[in-house]
Structure formats: structure tokens, C-alpha cells
């Protein structure tokens, strides 16, 4: 295993205002294998960004717009992300570190 591919593996984004992070391609949920969601239900790929499953405080989900497009699983491990800000950036972090932050001792 190569270092890019371990960093690729364990990077992942905090979400907060979700504008820049991509659904069905960044790594954003914490709990999921590769932080990643699966093909949606009905393969939709229309939604681009996670800001767009916020409800219109941005504080929250859409919970309706979620069980649309993900399975029970995906739309429960969504759910678990708090904190959602949309006065705030996303943070790119590390996720085998409390922090969030890298350190080579976290990858060996």
C-alpha cells in the first residue's frame, strides 16, 4: 500500500455548509465504509453537492428529499452528521485521528 493511497483512505471532509463537497463522489460520511454513499435508489445523479440534502436553514436534513434518493442505512448514517453550519466551511480531516488531524503515527 502506497502513502497517496493511504492518505486518499483516510481523508475525509467535515460537513458544515456542504457547498463544495460533492455527494456521490467525496468522501463525507464518517461511519460508512470509504465515507463514501452507494449508486442512489433509481441511479438520480442530478444532486451535486451535499448542501442541496440541507433543509433550508442549513442547520439540518431534508429527511423527506433523504429517504428518496438513499436506502434506510445511508439516510440513518446521514442522519448521525450534526453540527451542519451554513455559516461555516467544510473541513478536510483526518479520520484516524481524534483531532482530525495527520500525523505519521495515525498511518502506521
Known sequence: MTVQSTMQRGIRFEVKDGK?????????????????????????????????LMD????????????TLFNSQEVGEIRKIKNLDPLSRDIVCWNWDAKGEFSVASVV
Not at 455527494?23 to 442530478?46: A, I, S, Y
Not at 433550508?56 to 429517504?67: P, S
Open 56 to 67: 433550508n436553514t442549513g442547520r439540518g436534513w431534508n429527511h423527506d428529499l433523504l429517504q
Open 20 to 52: 463544495p463537497i460533492k455527494v456521490w463522489e467525496d468522501p463525507w460520511v464518517p461511519t460508512l465504509p470509504n465515507f463514501r454513499l452507494k449508486t442512489p435508489l433509481g441511479g438520480c445523479r442530478n444532486l451535486m453537492k451535499v448542501s442541496e
